[in-house]
């Protein structure tokens, strides 16, 4: 008999950090400014007990009506600390309603003893624990055995910093560290900050309970909720109870398929997910056929200019040429206000895509292309090793070799917990970085191409400069006229004469990208 779960541990530390001053007065007195003749203060909406009554009424009517604008003036500003990166992917960061500026793994070496463990049955902890201990061991071994290849390509970009190696030993760390990271598990910690809306917290609450980690969702949502109630008693006056996990709709699909064919399911989806891939990594499904064509009438339409003024090709210069936009080579992005560059919005694509939980933790913080993310555990064959090899790691025998056991390892600790009946949820904390997500994203051409030239930089995450290359390249085919204008950062900035061409300073890749083609795009590190 399984004995009482344990919870949580260590519990997540959220604190409120930042706020809006008097968000439930503001709330409502933005409310009452639409139909005043004069801007309404907070003060005005509290200076008596007739008005507070007034206050409290309005609010709720307007809550209650879904005229929600008014409760997303307030903003929280949250320091989160102890939380798993799969609830970070999962939750906080799987839509485009928030900020979060969060420790890299890229860059910070992460240490023994921070993850998270799920409320286990009390039997499994010891191997859930010893599975964890094996990930933080390898990630440690796995940068040592790379360490000999990324010196030795280090070398070969930069030959002029081999007599300062001390210097520069920093540097090849991180890249060590950077792809020895694919082992750790995602129940690894992070800490960030973290900062919404008073809209998009209602949102978190009513969801809290949701796939993929509702436990860990439940507990951090409670203590944001419970930090802005100390902060304003009055700002979740009339918040909605939390929809329970059978109640979503998620769960409620889920439970309308034969269940005794559950084992089944990732597997056949697995088989014809990849098969249709034809072996990309990002595969262009669908698309507006008419882009190009319609791209070149909308330039016109905002100038009020003819065709027989402006040719396609002209018009759609006009808004992609670096030579001829400098809101390309801007640092700050400038696209979406720009009147002209608003055009770039109706070009749309959609690519379905697979790629690993690290490389999607960083594709899904471009939150103007979004995508449908999966209910984890229902991708997961946990009695077959599924994941992904990056290239470093498959140029390096010694790497692949020990890459290997330790992920084929990891997936017997997982197949052995789910077959003592272990919640499928709880065992997914151990999916390692490494574990591929599979999906389907959209866009227009005007986050794309944000996404693109920065993703297109050699200093990108490996993974996801692969994707965005196979992503340009396809587009080239498909659409000539649009994709000839993209190129990495440093390609764009030498098409505006903005010198130096390439804007990274110390972190320059060591290679010329700005003289190359798309096509000729390849690296190592």
């Not at 003060?43 to 007034?54: A, G, L």
Request: charge should be neutral; aromatic fraction near 10%; proline fraction near 6%.
């Amino acid at each position: 008999m399984l004995k009482t779960p344990t919870q949580l541990s260590p519990e997540p530390v959220v604190l409120l950090e930042n706020a809006f001053q008097r968000p439930y007065d503001n709330a409502v007195a933005t409310a009452r400014t639409c139909y005043s003749s004069r801007v309404i203060s907070a003060d005005d909406v509290s200076k008596d007990e007739p008005t507070r009554v007034r206050r409290d009424a309005i609010a709720r009517s307007t809550y209650k009506a879904g005229h929600h604008t008014t409760i997303q003036h307030a903003t929280f500003q949250f320091v989160l600390d102890k939380v798993s990166r799969q609830f970070i992917w999962s939750f906080l960061h799987s839509h485009p309603f928030y900020n979060s500026e969060q420790v890299s793994q890229r860059y910070v070496e992460m240490k023994p003893g921070n993850f998270t463990t799920p409320a286990l049955n009390e039997e499994n902890v010891p191997e859930y624990t010893l599975a964890i201990q094996e990930l933080m061991d390898a990630y440690h071994k796995l940068s040592a055995l790379l360490e000999p290849a990324v010196t030795l390509e280090y070398k070969r970009l930069f030959p002029a910093r081999v007599r300062e190696e001390k210097r520069w030993q920093s540097a090849i760390k991180k890249r060590c560290q950077e792809v020895a990271r694919y082992v750790l598990p995602v129940a690894t910690h992070a800490h960030l900050y973290h900062t919404i809306s008073g809209l998009t917290l209602h949102r978190y609450h009513r969801l809290s309970r949701q796939f993929d980690v509702p436990d860990e969702q439940r507990l951090v949502i409670e203590k944001m909720v419970a930090a802005v109630n100390r902060f304003d008693p009055d700002f979740f006056k009339f918040i909605e109870d939390p929809l329970p996990l059978e109640e979503t709709l998620e769960y409620r699909v889920l439970q309308g398929f034969d269940e005794g064919q559950r084992c089944r399911w990732p597997k056949a989806f697995i088989k014809e997910f990849d098969r249709e891939m034809g072996g990309y990594s990002s595969k262009l499904i669908d698309y507006k056929v008419n882009a190009e064509r319609v791209l070149a009438q909308s330039v016109r339409s905002v100038l009020g200019v003819p065709e027989s003024g402006m040719v396609d090709d002209e018009a759609i210069g006009w808004v992609l040429s670096p030579a001829k936009n400098p809101y390309l080579s801007e640092s700050l992005n400038l696209t979406t206000l720009g009147k002209l560059t608003r055009a770039l919005v109706h070009p749309h694509f959609t690519f379905k895509k697979k790629i690993s939980h690290t490389a999607d933790s960083q594709d899904q913080r471009h939150r103007m292309t979004p995508a449908s993310r999966p209910v984890m555990v229902r991708q997961v064959q946990w009695d077959q090793p599924d994941y992904i090899v990056p290239r470093l790691v498959e140029e390096t025998p010694a790497a692949l070799e020990f890459y290997k056991s330790t992920l084929d390892r990891l997936w017997g600790h997982m197949s052995a917990l789910v077959s003592r009946g272990e919640n499928e949820a709880h065992v997914s904390y151990l999916l390692p970085n490494a574990f591929p997500i599979r999906f389907e994203e959209s866009g227009d051409l005007l986050n794309f191409h944000h996404k693109w030239t920065h993703r297109l930089c050699y200093t990108a995450q490996e993974e996801i400069w692969k994707t965005s290359q196979e992503e340009v390249l396809q587009l080239r085919t498909t659409f000539p006229r649009l994709a000839k204008y993209l190129g990495a950062p440093c390609w764009m900035r030498k098409e505006a004469n903005v010198k130096p061409f390439c804007p990274e300073g110390d972190h320059y890749c060591g290679v010329t990208v700005w003289r190359l083609p798309v096509s000729e795009y390849s690296r190592l590190l």
